[in-house]
């Protein structure tokens, strides 16, 4: 795997004449339920981002950015939010930097609260001419700390699990509990912090979620990337 930070510069400027697209994941450091480390967003778009990096050699892996958006998961210890304005600011001055080195910049994020910052940044660097694109998996299923994200950990990180404090939390679809939501946070409808069931879970499961996320990775590429 090709890791940026593993790297001294020399190596990196041969690296950049190959034309190779710098990859960053971000994550954020925020409560995932009784069950879930702090680390579930970054680890879980780290082992996305490290993966394509095996399939694709043209991937460079830079440094994750562990730090989110996480203010509605505030009420629960441990909790790391640095919020929106800093988020966009981060990632518009981040890739501005990573372009003086890389002509291409893909960012793989895997925290939902990171969104809207992210699509801001993406349009001010790209309205300013660089070649800066976002990706986020698509899981089908609970939103937070529920059977998927479970199941995903299981599949990266089975000893990070605490599968026998898992437990079921808000089951009530997104749609109907945005209110409570934006008023007073996730412990606003949740007391463990989990949105959906974890209970069940399984780490074969996870693979496949993985996978699919992973074809959708190689997809993008091939239509970005030349000689992918």
Known sequence: MNALG??????????????????????????????????????????????????????VVGPAMSYGASGEHAAFAGTLSIGQEAIELVLVELCRSAAASFERVLLVC???????????????????????????????????????????????????????????????????????????????VSENGVLGDPVGATAEEGRDLLEIAGLELDELLATWVPLV
């Open 6 to 59: 593993d790297r001294a510069w020399p190596e990196v400027a041969l690296l950049v004449a190959e034309d190779k697209v710098l990859t960053i994941a971000l994550g954020a450091t925020e409560q995932h339920g009784p069950h879930l480390p702090l680390s579930t967003d970054t680890d879980i778009a780290n082992a996305l981002v490290e993966a394509l990096a095996a399939r694709c050699e043209q991937v």
């Open 110 to 188: 895997a925290h939902g609260g990171n969104a809207e910052p992210l699509s801001r940044a993406v349009a001010t660097l790209r309205s300013e001419g660089r070649d800066v694109r976002a990706w986020a998996p698509r899981w089908h299923g609970d939103a937070h700390a529920g059977r998927v994200e479970t199941s995903i950990m299981l599949a990266i990180a089975p000893t990070h699990v605490r599968m026998e404090k898992a437990q079921r939390g808000a089951i009530t679809p997104i749609a109907e509990l945005l209110p409570q939501l934006r008023a007073g946070g996730v412990r606003a």
